[in-house]
């Protein structure tokens, strides 16, 4: 009757060019400068700026990252893997982020990560993965964590585990990651590795709804529809399935679309 669905249809979600020496600092562009000490002063934070905005380039980051700056260095390693000023290249993006990673860098961790679990500019190896995955989870960083949750319950370079699964889940969503708070939610309707619990599975699909992750709109419209954890609500159900349908969420647009025709 129930089937629960994950935030993520795959579970990791989810990078070259000749070197530039600079012999000292005096010797960069002062233009080069300003750009990479505002990069650095903005900590790295990369995945909320917009790439369009970066208009210090490649080789202007290249300059410092060869002398050994972890952070520039996962900067280079991330042009490299999203094409931003220089054509995508995940080979170069690995042996960049393989530099930062080394030094504990954890977005490089974690994007090493990634780029093994898919074989992307690397030969495809899972256990790698998840070793680069693990380590950058326990750093405390709530995206690593959830991602190591997915490993673990997948079985994605390592045994299987659901319990090990849902305590990272849990650390994640106590973090607030929401996509966490859905899988967790999915552990408690199924009474896999923790004992079955209605009630708490819908007030944490609720939260990963309403924070909208679509999965977690279409198993909230379950258990309305069902009266499973909460009051049965024909109506909300429907709202919920209609929101999931308008994120793309495909069981939620084929459940519409079978009930039209």
């Known amino acids: 009757l129930f089937m629960f669905i994950n935030p993520d249809s795959y579970v990791i979600i989810s990078a070259m060019g000749r070197i530039i020496q600079a012999p000292t600092v005096d010797l960069i562009p002062t233009k080069t400068v300003h750009y990479i000490t505002k990069f650095v002063k903005r900590k790295m934070e990369i995945f909320s700026m917009d790439a369009k905005n970066m208009d210090f380039t490649l080789e202007e980051l290249k300059i410092l990252a060869e002398n050994g700056q972890k ?119 199924s009474g896999q590795a923790v004992p079955p619990n209605t009630e708490r599975a819908f007030q944490l699909f609720e939260k990963a709804a309403n924070a909208n992750i679509p999965a977690a709109q279409y198993n909230l419209s379950i258990l309305y529809r069902y009266g499973e954890g909460v009051e049965k609500d024909e109506d909300k159900a429907d709202l919920w399935l209609t929101k999931a349908a308008q994120n793309g969420f495909k069981l939620a647009k084929d459940a519409l679309h079978g009930e039209q025709e």
């Open 71 to 189: 952070d520039l260095e996962y900067a280079v390693g991330y042009y490299y893997e999203n094409g931003i000023h220089t054509l995508t290249d995940f080979g170069q993006a690995a042996q960049w982020y393989e530099k930062a990673a080394k030094k504990d860098h954890v977005d490089a961790l974690l994007h090493l990560g990634f780029l093994y679990a898919q074989g992307k500019g690397v030969d495809k190896d899972e256990k790698k993965a998840f070793t680069y995955i693990r380590r950058a989870a326990e750093t405390g960083n709530k995206n690593a964590q959830y991602n190591l949750a997915r490993c673990y319950e997948e079985g994605i370079g390592t045994k299987q585990d659901h319990s090990k699964a849902f305590g990272w889940y849990k650390k994640a969503g106590q973090q607030g990651d929401y996509r966490a708070m859905c899988c967790m939610g999915g552990y408690f309707l």
